[in-house]
Structure formats: C-alpha cells, structure tokens
C-alpha cells in the first residue's frame, strides 16, 4: 500500500533587536506548514505528460517545416502531412488495418506461447539441479546465437503463412523467459525450502507455495524485454515471405520506390509497438498487485 509522506515545517515569529515594542510583545504562536507531497507528485507527473506532448509536437511540426523550405529532403524523408494522407487512404483503399491485426496478432501469441513455455521451462529447473546444469550452458548458447538468423529456415519448415511468423516471434521470447525465470529458482532463499519441509510441506507444495512466487519478480521484469523481442520476429518473418503484415507492406513499397508508404509502415509499427509495451506495463502492475496480495 502506497503512503503519503507529509512534512511539517513551524515558523517562529523572530523579534528584531531594533524594535523594543515588537520584541516586547506577546509571542505567536506556531503556525504548521504542511506540504502535500501526494499533490506535488500528481502536479510533477502532469508537468511531465504535458512536456511529452509538447516534444512530440515540436518534432512533427519541425519535420512538416524542414520538409516544406527544402531543409529535408521530403522524397527521402516524406512529410508528416503526407504520411497522414497515406494512411487514410490505405485504411480506407488498402488492407492497411487487416495488416495491423495479422501483425499483431502473431506478435501477441508469439509473446504468449513464448513467454509461458520460457517460464515453465526455467521453473523446471528447480526440481534437479542435474537437469538444469545440463540444460544451462545450451540456453546460454540459445540466447547468445541470433536467432532472426533461423527465419529462412522456420518460413522454409512452416511457410509463409501466419504459424511461421508465431513461430518467429516464440524463438525470440522463450529463451529470455526460460533464463529470468530460472534466475528466480537460483535466488530462492534455501532456508524458507527448509522451513517449509521442517513443518511437513511436500516437495510439490514447496515449489507452489515457496519457488514459483519468488521467481514472479523475475518473470514479469522480461515482460517488456519479449514485447519488443515478439515484435521484431514477427517483422523479420514478414520481411522473408509474407502475404499480409505490415512488414510485407513496408517490403512492398521498397520495391516499388513508395518513399510515403515505407514511412507510412514505419509510423505504425512505432505506434504498434507503443500501444503494446503500454499494454505490458499494466499487464506487469496487475500481476505485481497479485502478487503482494498473496
């Protein structure tokens, strides 16, 4: 639970030497001064937000600007105004919003599927530390190749269709998941195990009770990490061989030498990816608030 802390602050009324009459006179009394350090936070988080808002727009309208005087070159670097334009033509012409959903919904399952599996996996490590002085240098190694590198081959083994992007986007997630929940087994304090077995718990009941809370901290702080991570693969796979995605459009308008189009990707993906790390952040404080609630 969230305290406010609050100062106090008394002032005393100081007599001059100089002035007999104000010294003679009666003392006042201590008057409290209480700053309100909630109210301040709120004030500086608004400051903060307002600040945001003022950059994004500084950025946009010096773009709009530069493009406009011949400061920037607008067929590299497009406009803001066209970029706009564009993208209302391609929502309401194009597939630009079938794009979106194809491109976000492997990025999802693939943080999904890669996020439970990765954790699972280093949990698992907890019941014989065998298993796990094995598995650990090659989940070392798993993490350390870069994995986009395996994408011709998984489009290749699953095709061009959605699953391969899914799969993509799992091998960039399952490897971190699997290694920030095993760090978690590494860090449980031994003495709770032992407590736990000294009053009667069984081995299952110590590691649903004891391990798998403690090692939460760990797995929700990669949850951010395998966002951006699922984002990428989804991407790369699109890059290879796709039919939809905002990833085969922006190939698309490559070839094709459409300068506004390839912003337009551009654009929507840092808004995409944006909205979904946003997502993640309220995903992390809801499962945090459960967690202190155990």
Request: aromatic share 10%; net charge positive.
């Amino acid at each position: 639970m969230e305290t406010v802390q609050k100062k106090a602050f008394v002032i005393h009324a100081v007599p001059h030497a100089d002035e007999p009459a104000i010294a003679a006179a009666p003392a006042l009394k201590a008057v409290p001064l209480i700053i309100d350090e909630e109210k301040k936070e709120r004030k500086r988080l608004q400051t903060i937000r307002a600040l945001r808002l003022l950059a994004a727009v500084l950025i946009f309208v010096g773009w709009e600007v530069f493009t406009r005087v011949g400061l920037m070159d607008p067929y590299f670097w497009s406009s803001p105004g066209a970029i706009l334009k564009t993208t209302w033509t391609q929502m309401t012409e194009g597939k630009l919003l079938g794009d979106i959903a194809y491109t976000s919904s492997a990025t999802i399952l693939g943080f999904i599927f890669g996020t439970l599996c990765g954790a699972l996996l280093g949990l698992s490590f907890w019941w014989s530390r065998t298993y796990a002085g094995v598995s650990e240098p090659y989940l070392i190694i798993l993490n350390a190749m870069p994995k986009l590198a395996l994408a011709p081959v998984l489009v290749i083994l699953l095709g061009i269709g959605f699953f391969s992007k899914v799969a993509l986007a799992f091998s960039m997630t399952v490897v971190v998941s699997a290694l920030s929940a095993y760090s978690g087994v590494k860090s449980v304090d031994p003495d709770m195990e032992k407590l736990m077995y000294s009053l009667g718990a069984k081995r299952r009941q110590v590691f649903t009770k004891v391990v798998v809370p403690w090692s939460m901290p760990w797995i929700i702080s990669s949850l951010r990490i395998n966002i951006a991570l699922a984002l990428a693969g989804a991407i790369v796979g699109e890059f290879i061989a796709s039919r939809q995605g905002v990833g085969r459009m922006i190939m698309y308008a490559g070839t094709i030498l459409d300068i506004n189009l390839v912003w337009v990707g551009v654009v929507v993906l840092s808004v995409l990816s944006m909205v979904m790390y946003w997502g993640v952040v309220i995903l992390e404080k809801w499962l945090a608030k459960g967690l202190t609630k155990q």
